[in-house]
């Protein structure tokens, strides 16, 4: 693995298995049982240039429950970019002042150019409508966990990926990261427009997975293992695209009727988050919630383990968590969320 986490194109499935089993080492601390302070004395620079609230946070938590501290700055117009300061002076100057950076920004390409300037491990937080490694980490670190839970072999798995495939970031590093594993089979279902780079698709049948495309979700799903939904990106839309799209049909939607007239009482159901929750915008539905096989705070939890894997590993003390553990002193409630059910195996 590279110093620097700008793609998931930098690791191979022993790096993923890597990092999936020191995320395990995680969970202790991540779920408030234990302590560390391995990272003390250690500062993280949270560079976000674009809107989050669960990446930053995230990292910024997973970083403080390693014992670190955290210094982060949000939007461009309390940085000095907007001043024009170019990207390599930017990172330069961060790599004096603090020990890992992640940093977000609305261009593709972008961290990786920032992290040319800079000998300190830099983690791409999202570039635009390219690429989000740790979100694929924790997407595939899920995975495993429910298909654990639930007795399953993940080799032939069916996936179905749907929503805005084109400029979902998350997508496009999760697709690459399952093309990894062995024999998957993927199927995309996008509104005309959205669909997944050709080129992604193009990789993953080059490795050996049946990767198909479907109009919509008006169909039979009953063998799909996983459902992975996401948000349309209109934010990353062209003006041509804008005027010609208007919103998202009910023949996409993912709620409670089509789990259960399409879906297998055990299909998974994912989602990067945020899902947009307003009227009309037809995203991943709330009448899901408390739904057990609704695996997105499962999903999001799951992101503090993996991103302090990824600190843990880019920093070099992962041979020394063990040494350091305490036991937690404050309260720390049963469950997380009100809905939480404690899932036992199937
Ligand atoms: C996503 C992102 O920013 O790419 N969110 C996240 O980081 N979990 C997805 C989105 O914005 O739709």
């Known amino acids: 693995m590279s110093p620097h986490l700008l793609s998931v194109d ?28 391995v990272l003390e004395g250690a500062v993280l620079g949270n560079l976000f240039f674009e809107a989050s609230t669960r990446t930053r ?16 700055t ?66 595939v670190y899920t995975i495993s966990k429910e298909f654990a839970r639930l007795g399953k072999p993940l080799a032939g798995a069916h996936l179905l990926l749907t929503g805005d495939l084109k400029y979902g970031r998350t997508v496009h590093s999760l697709i690459k990261l399952l093309s990894l594993y062995d024999p998957l089979r993927i199927t995309l279902v996008s509104p005309p427009g959205l669909e997944m780079p050709q080129h992604l698709v193009d990789l993953v049948a080059s490795r050996g997975h049946r990767i198909e ?3 919509s979700l008006a169909e039979d799903f009953a063998d ?5 939904a996401t948000r349309i990106q209109r934010e990353r839309f062209t003006a041509e695209m804008t005027e010609s799209f208007t919103e998202l049909t009910a023949d996409f939607v993912v709620d409670r009727g089509f789990l259960d007239r399409r879906c297998s009482p055990t299909t998974v159901v994912m989602h990067p988050l945020p899902r947009d929750s307003r009227p009309g915008a037809n995203d991943l539905s709330t009448d899901l919630n408390g739904d057990p096989r609704l695996a997105i705070f499962r999903q999001t939890d799951n992101g ?30 049963e469950t997380f969320g009100v809905d939480d059910r404690t899932l036992k195996a199937q």
């Open 74 to 139: 949000t939007g461009f117009t309390f940085s000095s970019m907007a001043k024009g300061e170019s990207l390599y002076d930017t990172s330069r100057v961060m790599g004096g002042y603090v020990d890992a950076i992640v940093m977000r920004h609305p261009e593709q390409g972008s961290v990786a150019e920032f992290a040319e300037a800079t000998r300190v491990p830099v983690i791409n937080g999202g570039d635009g409508p390219g690429e989000h490694p740790s979100q694929a980490l924790l997407d």
């Open 213 to 215: 495309t479907r109009p």
């Open 304 to 333: 503090i383990p993996m991103r302090m894997a990824i600190f843990a590993h880019l920093l070099k003390v992962e041979e020394e968590i063990a040494r350091d553990l305490r036991e937690v002193r404050w309260f720390v409630p």
């Open 10 to 37: 930098s690791l191979n499935r022993d790096a993923v298995d890597h990092l999936i089993r020191l995320a395990e080492r995680m969970e202790p601390i991540a779920q408030r049982r234990q302590v560390t302070r």
């Open 57 to 72: 946070i995230s990292f910024n938590a997973a970083f403080c429950r390693l014992g670190g501290s955290v210094c982060d």
């Open 224 to 228: 799909v293992d996983v459902i992975y």
